[in-house]
């Protein structure tokens, strides 16, 4: 995920870009620039790290009359996180800013250097300045030379682009990453990749659809259709209120932040798998040397994610791997051996118990791997390694999108730790990559699903409890549904592995003890089946989430058939994650900002 902003207009360019880009940090943090056109000048400004650094570096440039202007701030996905891989690209005389990934970069790149252009990053996005600039000097006008460029990518991008050929237009196209268009009653032009830094500068917007692309000058607003038809700006008016417009319209941020995992999993995706294997350009190869086992630690939500990550682990890449809670781990004198590699996983990277946990590991000289959601957090500045899950800021207490995209970074690492050991097939892996690339999809949100569960989150307002019940990995999955019921419900809660019943818990079965059963028709479906008929024989309440039809169950949330059950996984976890959003609606609650809680627990 990155953020983009753009400005036409005659007030302080460089403040406007500034103050857009703070409202889309939490967008992508590792670098942020702006290139700004005064009459023929450009002036361009990049800094690594919080938009912060990039304040300090243009602290003496003064805009003070009529400019063009386009800002970027970035989550790596293409090159590392360096002032040569931030935005805005330059070519010859203009300037690029790119949110999503050029698919066909590689292809364009090799011809471009074929003819002899000089790239100065490893990104995607410095393709487009070039492309561009080449078909500037066979185009009657930089706007066909910009559309010509349009047609000869392909991927999912929002771009922005400045040129002293047409210095006073932005040239912009969209095609599946967001972008919207400001304007005021004072004659000028926003950009930016959500409405927030648009609002208080602009009264109108036009919300792009994919395929647009066109240019804004202080005379024309021209915006064309995929099939490069002209159609006419569609304004309507701008929130005034900044907390309802960050959340989209959804009630909730944590409503927002489940729609939205499908995006931040692609990202998370994106630039990390080939057709045939999994890349970690932030991994050194030598990581796993002389490795013989992961320990995973973690708190919460994070514990989860890991125990999730274990079953995985030792399943496809044959590796020893044990899951520990962070806040028993470190009191209990733990050996730990330095075959062992030791990963936490976080998503502030501040939370007290898993920072010491990674702190007793590298005293005792292991090896330190970070899965984290913020760069520049502690464990991220302590750890040996870091890997990024790009879910963006996680407002909502519950945690959602940021489990989704750790659960997303161990597979792909599983699949990079069995390509290193050789415990899967060149194929087995290919095959695997396939379904990793279906997740998102697979986690969309579908009005019938969510209209379903927001009517049967009525029937579960009361009664004497909840079992979550899963084998194997939806066993974690299970204690994730039952931690998200209960942080934000306030309803008693448990998670439980579906065999496990019958040894005590199956005590408490009653018609007011409500079960939902997590049958997947891809892993042990008829084991947990039976383990469900079992609860049902003692007049226990129960729900199946299945893409199986159950006779058995009161209630029936039926799920997508699909090839695996790692996608089953996916979607379940978004239905687990809804019913628990409806019943705390439905019961009035404050759904982020859920009593007792916190973001971030800082404190042991
Ligand atoms: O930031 P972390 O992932 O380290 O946080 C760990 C837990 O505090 C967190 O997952 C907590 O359980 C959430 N509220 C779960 O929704």
Redesign the pocket.
């Known amino acids: 995920m990155c953020g983009i902003v753009g400005y036409i207009g005659n007030k302080n360019t460089k403040e406007i870009l500034l103050d857009g880009l703070k409202e889309l940090e939490y967008r992508g943090y590792d670098s942020a620039g702006i290139a700004v056109l005064q009459g023929d000048t450009f002036e361009s400004f990049k800094a690594v790290g919080k938009l912060i650094n990039l304040e300090e570096k243009t602290k003496d440039f003064i805009t003070d009359r009529f400019a063009v202007g386009i800002g970027h701030t970035r989550w790596a996905t293409h090159g590392k996180p360096t002032e040569l891989n931030a935005h805005p690209h330059l070519g010859e005389s203009s300037y690029v800013v790119h949110n999503g990934i050029i698919e066909n970069y590689a292809e364009l790149k090799k011809e471009l250097m074929h003819n002899g252009v000089t790239f100065l990053s490893q990104t995607d996005t410095e393709v487009i300045v070039h492309l561009f600039e080449k078909n500037l000097k066979t185009s009657s006008s930089a706007f066909g030379a910009f559309s010509q460029t349009i047609k000869e990518i392909e991927g999912a991008y929002a771009i922005l682009l400045v040129t002293k050929s047409e210095p006073d237009s932005i040239f912009f196209a969209k095609h599946g990453s967001p972008m919207i268009l400001g304007k005021n009653s004072e004659n000028e032009n926003y950009f930016a990749s959500s409405d927030t830094p648009l609002i208080g500068q602009c009264t109108d917007v036009n919300y792009f659809e994919d395929g647009d692309f066109g240019y804004v000058n202080p005379q024309e607003i021209a915006i064309f259709d995929k099939n490069e038809n002209k159609k006419e700006p569609n304004f309507s008016k701008l929130s005034t209120n900044k907390l309802s417009a960050q959340k989209d319209g959804f009630r909730f941020f944590m409503e927002k932040e489940i729609y939205e995992q499908s995006v931040v999993i692609a990202d998370t995706l994106m630039g990390r798998v080939s057709e045939s294997e999994v890349l970690f350009d932030e991994l050194d190869a030598n990581l796993f040397d002389g490795i013989n086992e992961i320990k995973l630690c ?6 989860h994610s890991a125990l999730s990550a274990s079953y995985l682990f030792e399943r496809y890449a044959k590796i020893k791997t044990s899951v520990e809670v962070a806040s028993e781990f470190r009191y209990r004198q733990p050996i730990m051996t330095k075959d062992t590699l030791f990963v936490v ?7 007290a118990d ?1 920072l010491e946990t990674l702190k007793m590991a590298k005293e005792a000289g292991l090896k330190t791997l970070v899965i984290c ?1 913020v760069d520049n957090s502690s464990m991220v500045r302590l750890a040996d390694a870091t890997v990024l899950t790009r879910a963006g800021i996680e407002k909502g ?4 999108k ?2 989704a995209t750790q659960v997303t970074v161990f597979w792909m690492l599983t699949l990079f730790v069995a390509k290193l050991r050789n415990t899967l097939t060149n194929e087995e892996i290919a095959k695997q990559i396939i379904l990793l690339r279906e997740v998102p999809a697979s986690v969309k949100v579908t009005d019938s699903m969510h209209e379903r569960i927001k009517r049967l989150s009525k029937r579960y307002l009361h009664g004497h409890g909840f079992f979550f019940i899963g084998r194997d990995i939806f066993y974690p999955l299970a204690l994730e549904g039952a ?2 019921l209960k ?1 934000i419900s306030y309803l008693h809660a448990e998670g439980y592995p579906s065999g496990e019943m019958k040894h005590g818990p199956i005590a408490l079965a009653d018609p007011e003890l409500f079960t939902i059963a997590l049958l997947p028709q891809h892993l042990l479906y008829e084991k947990a089946k039976s383990n469900v008929e079992e609860l049902s024989a003692r007049d226990s309440t129960i729900c199946v989430i299945s893409a199986l039809e159950f006779d058995k169950a009161d209630d029936f949330i039926q799920i997508s058939t699909c090839q695996d059950y790692m996608l089953e996984f996916f979607e379940m976890m978004v239905v687990v994650q809804l019913l628990s959003l409806e019943i705390s609606i439905r019961l009035g609650n404050d759904v982020d900002m859920p009593r007792n ?1 916190a ?3 800082t404190v042991e």
């Open positions: 973690a708190c919460g939500t994070s514990y996983i976080s998503q502030s990277g501040e939370t898993t959601n207490v519950a945690s959602t940021a489990f931690l998200k942080e809680l973001k971030s627990v």
